[in-house]
């Protein structure tokens, strides 16, 4: 079972490898822990949340108290287990695994959640981070990676897979060049409606979830993205939330 997630890619190697290099390298930070980690396993495919018990079954210092199928279902267990660790996978049905991230928090406070999924998504990462999410891993990575990851993040550490590092490296890098070209340019002028629209996609709302909130169609809230885009001139919505708290177009509290 040591490598049933597949090896990870060395691909994106440099400094994307430079600041997700946790993994690997905190084998020893567990001599002094007493107590096992307690870990919520949380992922809709039963095969995958039974291959990840017994791996970590193998760990003496990490103990698995807890298994669910959905982001529902783990809010409920968290609450009742109180988990050390939750790893849980982004989509799932139900309930996704981001936007059960932000009620684990409010269930189990001590709590800290690994994402272990298969998207390598920019958005999903940003999301989830927004969320309260403190580790991003692909499940490409190791078994032994898994394990070393969970006693990072107990003991403090973010861990974010190499190759999503180096896409937000990618991304700030690109987002500050562009910032440093416009700087003399005044800043676009958003609608009042765009500008609520905005301060929802910045507080990690999805359309849908924007839809509601401002009891308009799903369709109009994409429309009103693609305009906020095209109006800064940027790609992502990562990049537009960023670009207005810098130029103070709104400000997030």
Request: glycine share 6%; net charge negative; aromatic share 2%.
């Amino acid at each position: 079972m040591a490598d049933s997630f597949g090896p990870m890619r060395d691909a994106d190697a440099g400094d994307g490898a430079r600041v997700g290099a946790g993994i690997g390298q905190n084998a020893d930070l567990d001599a002094a822990r007493k107590e096992p980690i307690r870990v919520l396993v949380v992922d809709d495919h039963a095969l995958f949340r039974r291959g990840l018990e017994i791996v970590l079954a193998q760990e003496e210092d990490i103990q698995v108290v807890g298994e669910a199928g959905d982001g529902a279902e783990a809010v409920d267990k968290a609450a009742d287990l109180l988990p050390d660790i939750v790893l849980m996978d982004v989509r799932m049905p139900k309930r996704g695994g981001i936007e059960a991230c932000t009620s684990i928090k409010e269930v189990a406070p001590s709590a800290k959640i690994i994402m272990l999924t298969i998207s390598d998504e920019e958005a999903d990462l940003y999301d989830a981070i927004k969320a309260g999410a403190t580790g991003y891993l692909l499940k490409e990575i190791s078994t032994d990676e898994v394990a070393t990851a969970i006693r990072a993040v107990a003991d403090g550490q973010s861990q974010i897979s190499p190759s999503m590092a180096s896409k937000l490296l990618t991304e700030f890098k690109s987002m500050i060049q562009r910032t440093d070209e416009r700087r003399l340019v005044p800043a676009p002028r958003l609608t009042d409606r765009e500008l609520e629209v905005l301060k929802l996609v910045a507080t990690g709302m999805n359309n849908r979830d924007i839809a509601k909130e401002l009891f308009i169609s799903e369709n109009t809230v994409k429309n009103h993205v693609r305009n906020i885009l095209e109006k800064l001139q940027l790609h992502s919505r990562m990049e537009a939330v960023v670009y207005a708290m810098r130029e103070k177009i709104l400000e997030i509290r």
